[in-house]
């Protein structure tokens, strides 16, 4: 079993910035991508980024100069700095991994953190 536990959510003020992390533990192993969702209110959940264990990310259109996140294969964890928040940017994060090799392949997500960007 793999359990992903975020932090770093919270309230900021428009144009802030947040920092969220995200570490997995657990039967952790051959981890191919760790990536960031998001779900505002009313809407669907959304890609925000992800990126490989091998370092290329992805990034949302929305979060595309704004957002950044980074990988530590070693501890198994996922980041994502948010700068320039928008009140559009208010959602519940989701941490996601996505392991395994030879056609076998696990999802794991984490329960989310709450981002409010408002003044």
């Known amino acids: 079993q793999v359990q992903l536990v975020e932090s770093g959510g919270g309230l900021v003020q428009p144009g802030g910035s947040l920092r969220l992390s995200c570490a997995a533990s657990?039967?952790?192993?051959?981890?191919?991508?760790m990536g960031w969702y998001r779900q505002a209110p009313g809407k669907q959940r959304e890609l925000v980024a992800q990126?490989?264990?091998?370092?290329?990310?992805d990034y949302a259109d929305s979060a595309e100069g704004r957002f950044t996140i980074a990988i530590d294969n070693a501890k198994n964890t996922v980041s994502l700095q948010m700068d320039s928040l928008k009140p559009e940017d208010t959602a519940v994060y989701y941490c996601?991994?996505?392991?395994?090799?030879?056609?076998?392949?696990?999802?794991?997500w984490g329960p989310g953190t709450q981002v409010t960007v408002s003044s």
């Open positions: 657990g039967n952790v192993f051959a981890v191919n991508v």
């Open positions: 990126i490989t264990s091998g370092g290329t990310a």
């Open positions: 996601t991994l996505e392991m395994g090799e030879r056609g076998t392949y696990y999802d794991y």
